[in-house]
């Protein structure tokens, strides 16, 4: 059985991009991200992405999101076994990146998207890059304001 440790290597570089590519530059996280923008909340949820991501690897992937401030994790209060996952306003702060990165591959990979990147294409294609960021990054906002009114 392999084992993914969760712990980051200290000052493998003095570079930022790798700093950061220690948290979100592996298969998963931005993905993860990304869906918690498209309104998943819970593990079974992420579960059901088309990438059909590993339960271990998901697992691993959510506390490394946490550990390094981009995700929360709370409980439903009238069912304590379903974990709610949300962003912290830094996780917030990568939408521009996934957005740059979705429009980058568009432009530069010859590629067939399936149904879920047509949608985010074709919305992306309606509003400019700063109208889209701002609706969804704000959207977001206000759906987690929603998460959090309904722990409280």
């Known amino acids: 059985m392999q084992v993914i440790l969760l712990v980051m290597k200290k000052n493998r570089s003095n570079c930022p991009l790798t700093t950061a590519l220690d948290i979100v530059g592996d298969k998963w996280s931005l993905l993860i991200i990304r869906d918690i923008f498209l309104g998943k909340t819970t593990f079974t949820e992420f579960l059901k992405s088309s990438e059909k991501i590993a339960t271990n690897i998901l697992s691993n992937r959510l506390e490394l999101l946490i550990n390094n401030g981009l995700l929360k994790v709370t409980k439903m209060p009238n069912d304590q076994k379903t974990k709610i996952y949300y962003l912290t306003d830094s996780g ?5 990146i996934i957005y740059e990165m979705i429009r980058w591959s568009d432009a530069n990979l ?28 704000n959207n977001y906002l206000s759906a987690r304001e929603q998460i959090l009114s309904k722990i409280s």
Not at 116 to 131: H, P, R, V, Y
């Open 92 to 96: 917030i702060k990568m939408y521009p």
């Open 110 to 137: 010859n590629k067939k998207f399936g149904p879920l990147g047509l949608e985010i294409l074709n919305n992306f294609k309606k509003k400019s890059a700063e109208k889209v960021i701002a609706e969804t990054t």
